[in-house]
C-alpha cells in the first residue's frame, strides 16, 4: 500500500461520514426555524460572526461624505420614518408588531447607533443582511438617499423622544405622512 494511503482512506471515510450525518440532520426536521423561538447559543454566536466579519471586510472602499448639514439629517429623518420605524423604533416609539415579531430581533437604532460606525451603517443600510429581515435599500435608493439616513441614524442616539416627536409634527404639517413622504 502506498505510504499515506490509509490516511487518506480514513478522512475520505470521515468526510462521508459527516456528510451523511449533516444531511441526515438537514433532512430530519430537528432544527427549529420558528422565528418564535430563539436562536440556540452556537447558532446566534455563528451568525453575529458571520455578519460582524463579512461586513468588515466590505468596508475599506466606503467613502463617508460629510453628514452633519441639517437639510441632509432631515431628509435621512423622512427615509427613517417612511422605511426604518417600524422595525427598529426611535426615540419614545417602540417597534411595530412587524419588528417585534422578527428574529433575530432588530437593533434600536436610537441607542445603538450612538457609536456606530458611518461606514458599517452605510453598508448594512444599502445592502441589507441576510435571513435578519434587513432589506437591501440600495436597490430602492441612491447613495446620496442612503447617506441621508446615516447622517440621522448619527444623530438620532443624541435626541429625546420630545426632539423625536417635534420632528414628527413637522413633517405632517409639511404635509409628509407620518411613515413618510406623501
Not at 122 to 136: E, L, N, Q, R, S
Not at 159 to 181: I, K, L, S
Request: proline letters at 8%; hydrophobic letters at 45%.
Amino acid at each position: 500500500m502506498i505510504p499515506g494511503m490509509k490516511t487518506l482512506r480514513a478522512f475520505l471515510l470521515f468526510a462521508v461520514i459527516l456528510l451523511a450525518l449533516a444531511l441526515g440532520f438537514i433532512y430530519s426536521g430537528l432544527f427549529d426555524i420558528a422565528a418564535s423561538s430563539p436562536d440556540i447559543g452556537a447558532v446566534r454566536w455563528v451568525a453575529t460572526t458571520v455578519r460582524e466579519h463579512s461586513v468588515a471586510r466590505r468596508l475599506k472602499d466606503v467613502q463617508v461624505p460629510p453628514l452633519t448639514d441639517p437639510a441632509l439629517i432631515r431628509s435621512g429623518f423622512l427615509r427613517y420614518q417612511e422605511s426604518c420605524v417600524t422595525c427598529h423604533g426611535a426615540p419614545g416609539v417602540e417597534a411595530s408588531e412587524i419588528g417585534q415579531g422578527l428574529s433575530p430581533y432588530p437593533p434600536e437604532l436610537a441607542t445603538v447607533s450612538e457609536e456606530g460606525n458611518p461606514k458599517e451603517l452605510f453598508w448594512i443600510v444599502k445592502h441589507g443582511i441576510k435571513m435578519t429581515g434587513m432589506p437591501a435599500f440600495g436597490v430602492t435608493h441612491t447613495d446620496p438617499e442612503i447617506w441621508a439616513t446615516v447622517a440621522f441614524l448619527l444623530k438620532m442616539p443624541k435626541m429625546t423622544p420630545q426632539e423625536y416627536q417635534a420632528m414628527v409634527e413637522e413633517a405632517r404639517a409639511e404635509g409628509h405622512q407620518e411613515t413618510g413622504h406623501p
